[in-house]
């Protein structure tokens, strides 16, 4: 029930392309959800996040969609560049204390 | 903006030996956590820290780890008698009361031989 799983683990798109990243949960006591951009050698910074009240949160290019009755959410990042190369985690938690996070997904945008 | 620090970057030591990995929360923060990361994998959480006690930990945590606040800026997570599993890339974070995001720092590359 602790778990978060996130898909697809690796993902190839041309500049400019949309990519969309998923990700499942089962913990229905979860009530942030956060997505953390890692770039090698750096620790995780938050991207954008999104409490169970709202079914959409955009800032910039980069928007979470939110179903709660599928116990889902996404990242889509528009019009994507190769700087948005890196890994993307997905998480979850309770009270916004202890992140549960996704298995990552590792984007490469080609120019 | 400010950040999170970690020291050091990088450490390997022998299985047996005792580590201590050291970070510097940003300075108005009043929760901090230690993650780790096995190369590859997800980010796991290990232990969070508030009002100088622990708040809650992880099964990973266990009899050989804790955590210590020894002055106002440091936060430190001691490993005891370090195993091969242990190696990782260790990551401080810490938030301030008002604020939910989260703010991480660089990690140290844990190396256990």
């Known amino acids: 029930q602790q778990q978060v799983k996130q898909s697809p683990q690796s993902l190839i798109v041309q500049k400019g392309g949309i990519p969309i990243i998923n990700c499942a949960y089962e913990n229905t006591a979860f009530d942030y959800f956060p997505w953390y951009q890692q770039f090698p050698g750096k620790g995780p910074a938050l991207l954008i996040a999104i409490r169970p009240d709202v079914s959409e949160k955009k800032e910039g290019r980069f928007t979470i969609s939110f179903n709660k009755s599928a116990k889902q959410f996404s990242l889509h990042i528009m019009d994507s560049q190769p700087g948005d190369s890196a890994t993307y985690f997905c998480?979850?938690?309770?009270?916004?204390?202890?992140?549960?996070f996704g298995t990552g997904t590792r984007l490469q945008v080609f120019p | 903006e400010p950040e999170v620090t970690q020291t050091p970057s990088h450490q390997v030591t022998q299985m047996g030996q005792e580590v201590i990995l050291r970070c510097v929360p940003i300075s108005n923060h009043l929760y901090f956590y230690w993650y780790r990361q096995i190369l590859g994998q997800k980010v796991e959480f290990l232990v969070s820290f508030y009002n100088n006690e622990i708040s809650e930990k992880s099964e990973i945590f266990d009899d050989q780890f804790s955590v210590e606040r020894p002055d106002g800026s440091n936060f430190t997570l001691k490993i005891r008698s370090t195993k091969l599993e242990d190696s990782a890339m260790y990551f401080c974070a810490s938030r301030d009361r008002y604020n939910e995001k989260l703010f991480f720092g660089s990690g140290t590359q844990l190396s256990v031989l």
């Open positions: 998480a979850a938690s309770k009270d916004t204390d202890k992140l549960i």
